[in-house]
Structures are given as structure tokens and as C-alpha cells.
């Protein structure tokens, strides 16, 4: 198993960038895939962005594109989301997930898909 624990939310006007952090424990971080999820108040739980365990496929929502960056470094066991350019409808709860696989840029937009979930971290976009 491996847990996952997000950091790195909090309150930032519309415009000012955030960057989220997920740290792996309990298992090696090199062959999970890697997604960032997020639930605003009302909504279902979205797809924002996603990484192969290689590295070298991404995934990024369309509402994201441009603004945030995924990235992972498997020698620290933790993936990134960088966030600039927030807008207020940004504003969520940012889970991270992972799920084991054998290919190494496998990557996926779909919950289903992932095993292992993070408690969730705030994010706030005021206008």
C-alpha cells in the first residue's frame, strides 16, 4: 500500500499562483501514476491533471491548460501541482491519487482508475 498526504493549499487572491505537494509513504513512488483531482462545494470530483510514472506523459483538464503544471520527482516520492494564474473558480478541495502500473507512461483522467487517495488539501481563490 501506499499512503499519500497533500500539502501546500491555502487562500491566494484571483491572479497569485500555489503549489501543491503529494508525498508518498509505504511503498516506492516510481510505479504509481500519479493524478490530481479536485471537488468544489456542489460538485463532483474532476480530473485536473495526471502523470505517467515515467514522467513523460501528461494529462491537464481543459479548464487547467497553460495555468498548472504536474510534475514528480520519484527519487522524493512526491508529485506536484503547480498552480498560477488562479481564478476564483479554482477554488476546491485538491486531492491527489495513485494507482500502480507496469507501464511506465500509462497515465489516466479517470477516478476509477485510481487506488490510493489522499485526504485533500484547501484551496481558495478570492476576487
Known amino acids: 500500500q501506499v499512503q499519500l498526504v497533500e500539502s501546500g493549499g491555502g487562500l491566494v487572491q484571483a491572479g497569485g499562483s500555489l503549489g501543491l505537494s503529494c508525498a508518498a509513504s509505504?511503498?516506492?513512488?516510481?510505479?504509481?501514476?500519479v493524478g490530481w483531482f479536485r471537488q468544489a462545494p456542489g460538485k463532483e470530483r474532476a480530473i485536473v491533471a495526471a502523470i505517467s510514472w515515467g514522467g513523460a506523459r501528461t494529462y491537464y483538464a481543459d479548464s487547467v491548460k497553460g495555468r498548472f503544471t504536474i510534475s514528480r520527482d520519484n527519487a522524493k516520492n512526491t508529485a506536484y501541482l503547480q498552480m498560477n494564474s488562479l481564478k476564483p473558480e479554482d477554488t476546491a478541495v485538491y486531492y491527489c491519487a495513485a494507482v500502480e502500473m507496469a507501464y511506465s507512461d500509462y497515465v489516466s483522467s479517470q477516478e476509477y482508475v485510481y487506488k490510493y487517495w489522499g485526504q485533500g488539501t484547501q484551496v481558495t481563490v478570492s476576487s
Open positions: 509505504g511503498r516506492t513512488f516510481r510505479n504509481y501514476a
